[in-house]
């Protein structure tokens, strides 16, 4: 039985616009909630009810109140979003210095490396010999202040 709450308003067949502003309207608090369990990150459950309401809007015309609820209908779409993301992050490459599973863009990585070392020399050009030899033997050949001192 259908409940009231979600029922479509008229018995004429929505438009795909009207079923996702809806749906969204309805149900966006308990899609938000289930995939933000599933998914453990705010921003990826909210990026999760997003491509699913758009997913409605562009399958509105298929929707049959008849075989399932406008409720029921939504959540089936977001399960396979989230199945999508994470076999989305499953195949994403995770660098060594990123280990969130983020996409990186290699050429940036590797130009803003660069533009790091390059200032970095600069800097140590800028100071004594004796405090550039105190900073790269302590921080970049992790030698003890001691061994440094000494």
């Known amino acids: 039985m259908v409940?009231?709450?979600d029922s479509l308003?008229?018995?004429?067949p929505a438009s795909p616009e009207s079923l996702a502003r809806e749906g969204y309207a309805r149900h966006g608090g308990e899609l938000y909630r289930f995939a933000l369990s599933r998914l453990s990150d705010e921003g990826a459950a909210q990026d999760a009810v997003?491509?699913?309401?758009v997913r409605a809007w562009r399958a509105g015309d298929r929707f049959d109140p008849t075989t399932a609820t406008l409720r029921?209908?939504?959540?089936?779409i977001l399960k396979n979003v989230i199945i999508d993301h994470a076999r989305s992050r499953a195949r994403a490459p995770i660098s060594?210095?990123?280990?969130?599973?983020?996409?990186d863009d290699v050429m940036t990585d590797h130009a803003d490396t660069l533009a790091d070392t390059d200032l970095l020399t600069r800097a140590l050009g800028l100071i004594s010999h004796d405090h550039?030899?105190?900073i790269?033997?302590?921080?970049?050949r992790d030698r003890s202040y001691d061994d440094v001192a000494a």
């Open 3 to 5: 409940s009231r709450d």
């Open 9 to 12: 308003a008229s018995d004429k």
């Open 50 to 53: 997003q491509e699913t309401i």
């Open 72 to 76: 029921t209908w939504l959540f089936a």
């Open 96 to 103: 060594s210095d990123n280990q969130d599973g983020r996409e």
């Open 132 to 134: 550039r030899t105190a």
């Open 136 to 140: 790269v033997e302590t921080y970049l």
